[in-house]
Structure formats: C-alpha cells, structure tokens
C-alpha cells in the first residue's frame, strides 16, 4: 500500500512508472468536473467515477483484487478506508469473481485506518485488503471519488 498527496510536488517518488503516469495524467484534469462511471485512459487502465455517502465500516465488506492494482482518488469529502498490511486468509473470503477481479470479507485481519481528504490517494496492490467508503470519526460524508485501475502485469 501507498498513500499520498496530488498537491505535493513529490507526489510520485519512489512509485512504479506507470502508477506515477497514471497520477500525472490525473493532474491534467479537473476532477471535480469528471463524469461519473468508468473513463478509459489507455487501452489497459481505466477509472471509475462514482458519488456516495460513506457508511458504518461494519456495514461494508472489504476487497482484494488480484490482477488489478487500486489507485483510490477522493476528489470531494473525506473518507476513511480500513486496511491492513497482512496477506489475506482467503478461505474467509468470498469465491473470486474473476470478471470483476474480487473477493469480498467481512472484516479485516490486523486492521488499519487510513482518512483522505480531497486530492489525497492510497494504492492498493493485489491481495491487500481494504475497504473504502467508511465514516470518518463515526460522521457520514458525501463523496465523490475516482478508482483507477492499473494491470498489476504494467507493474
């Protein structure tokens, strides 16, 4: 996992090339006035745009991916995502769905907490759990957000 800020002039150090290609074209759009729904932005990377009221985290589930890394924008609001940095007991999880790359948990073994506000960016890579869209300080936030997806193969 990676966390990080697009209004810091450092932004990309120490990041793989094509995560830190990803992150400079993001920074030539306006991300406010981004579209909801899914945006191609080569042949193989893609972002979704969507808007939702964060939630309870214990009324989510959280996810892994395997053949796509998460580069999670927020653009307005705050929002916390749990996560952990310990490799997944996947015999909790649900049966990978390998069209949409996920399995789905409950909860979250040695679980963290990370709160972004707009502009920042955490990166998930295949097999770390996390789950987005939780209430910051127990306080339901409108956002607005945007999930690149990047083939871990780019990597």
Known sequence: MFI???TKQDYKLGLPAVIGEALDY???LNLEELTLGRHDITEQIYMNVMEFDTSAADSK???IHRQYLD???LISGKEAIQCSPVYPDLSLYTEYNEQDDYQLT???E???EIVLRPKMFAIFLPYEPHKPGCLVEQQAHHIKKLVVKVPVNLL
Do not use: C, F, R, Y
């Open 71 to 73: 580069i999670q924008v």
């Open 110 to 112: 040695a679980k963290s």
């Open 26 to 28: 993001l920074q030539t």
């Open 4 to 6: 990080g800020d697009l």
């Open 61 to 63: 589930k959280a996810e």
């Open 106 to 108: 409950p909860d979250i």
